[in-house]
């Protein structure tokens, strides 16, 4: 269970974060948890603070590992490879499988959705180039017939 009242803040101001601050909200965690219950069932808070505590650790924890790895490796990012990486080194491989392919799919559609706006910024580009021609061009020949006029 966790003990958010007055949890373990230093004195001073660069310390420990409140407890508070590391675990996921927890409407986030109810919610979840919710999903996968019958309709009408409930969940007590002790259960809600029981699951937010350990979903917290297991994402500090497989967080920990993946940045560990980027540190070895002198980069700053973690990315979702290191995740899967990390979930795999620490003994996740029923988790690390799936989570790859999401991230593989994920990735496809963000390079689909990236592609369709490339395109869709082409098209309006050529659009405003067409229209800044046709708005440069004379449309008639009047203005040469008005300035031939004028000449003579």
């Known amino acids: 269970m966790v003990d958010n009242g007055g949890a373990g803040a230093s004195g001073d101001d660069g310390g420990v974060k409140l407890e508070q601050d590391r675990l996921l909200p927890i409407a986030n965690v109810g919610r979840i948890m919710k999903q996968i219950l019958p309709p009408n069932s409930k969940i007590s808070k002790e259960a809600k603070e029981t699951i937010q505590e350990c979903a ?70 050529s659009n405003i180039a067409d229209q800044e021609k046709d708005a440069s061009v004379p449309s008639s020949s009047s203005s040469y017939r008005n300035n031939r006029g004028t000449r003579m």
């Open 56 to 125: 917290s650790e297991f994402i500090s924890f497989v967080t920990g590992e993946a940045s560990e790895k980027c540190r070895t490796e002198r980069r700053k990012t973690v990315n979702g490879d290191d995740v899967c990486w990390a979930m795999e080194a620490l003994g996740f491989d029923d988790y690390a499988g799936p989570l790859r392919r999401y991230l593989q799919r994920y990735r496809e559609m963000e390079g689909d959705r990236a592609n369709q706006e490339k395109h869709a910024n082409t098209d309006n580009i």
